[in-house]
């Protein structure tokens, strides 16, 4: 089921995310134990990050019981600060004292790509012990309609096995760390956060024209039995009807 939120500031959004998360992890705590969420990155999910951390929501929230992924990286060393996770740490998992043993990021310092890829699909498979099934993923959009690190005509576009690969993308000179749509569609819950006026034209492609996933990435998110919620400001949302 798709639901699609707009939000007249990111500050309103992050307020309706930021509740949203609560719920989900609350409801996951109650039935299984714990809440499972891959993290965003990229500059939009910074400031819901830190709401998390403030006070008004720091303790709505059993943190010792959230176990945090990364639907992607950059292959770059944890403390650059191109690293997603770098900047969940500073923003999320120091203000909150995460601890380590609930921080699953991807090993960037094996330098390897595919070898790094492995190594977390390995993690997934030892903490799942089945297909990874997350409570929620958070997702953003880039504008040429990418999310994660699933690039328009890239490899990992059509993967259908592994959970976590590496993928070359030419336009960018690098090979990116991401989780495949496998995953993500297997998630219970996957919610995107897209604000500003230079995703409209994509966002409205994605979500109102044709079915083009190749060329279009984010249209692929497609959940088997779970709930996809699109959360959008009105700057990106001006092109739909």
């Known amino acids: 089921m798709r639901t699609i939120k707009f939000f007249d500031s990111l500050e309103e959004l992050n307020t309706f995310a930021a509740g949203k998360i609560v719920e989900i992890a609350d409801a996951s705590i109650i039935s299984r134990g714990i809440f499972t969420i891959a993290l965003a990155g990229g500059s939009t999910p910074k400031s819901l990050y830190q709401l998390l951390a403030a006070d008004e929501y720091k303790n709505k929230v059993e943190w010792s019981k959230v176990f945090f992924f990364f639907g992607d990286e950059r292959n770059v060393l944890p403390d650059s600060d191109e690293s997603n996770f770098k900047m969940a740490k500073e923003n999320l998992f120091s203000p909150l004292s995460i601890a380590a043993s609930n921080i699953e990021r991807w090993e960037t310092e094996?330098?390897?790509?595919?070898?790094?890829?492995?190594?977390?699909?390995?993690?997934?498979?030892?903490?799942?012990?089945?297909?990874?099934?997350?409570?929620?993923?958070?997702?953003?959009?880039?504008?040429?309609?990418?999310?994660?690190?699933?690039?328009p005509f890239t490899e990992a576009l059509r993967e259908t096995e592994r959970n976590a690969v590496a993928n070359p993308v030419e336009k960018l000179k690098t090979t990116r760390l991401t989780l495949t749509f496998p995953v993500i569609n297997n998630a219970r819950n996957v919610v995107f956060l897209v604000k500003g006026a230079d995703k409209a034209e994509t966002l409205h492609t994605?979500?109102?024209?044709?079915?083009?996933?190749?060329?279009?990435?984010?249209?692929?998110?497609?959940?088997?039995?779970?709930?996809?919620?699109?959360?959008?400001?009105r700057e990106a949302a001006r092109f739909l009807t």
């Open 110 to 151: 094996l330098e390897v790509p595919e070898k790094i890829a492995a190594g977390y699909a390995s993690k997934l498979e030892m903490f799942f012990r089945a297909a990874p099934r997350f409570d929620l993923i958070l997702l953003g959009m880039g504008d040429d309609g990418h999310t994660a690190s699933l690039f």
């Open 206 to 233: 994605i979500l109102e024209a044709e079915f083009e996933p190749e060329k279009y990435p984010a249209q692929a998110v497609k959940p088997v039995s779970g709930e996809l919620l699109w959360l959008i400001d």
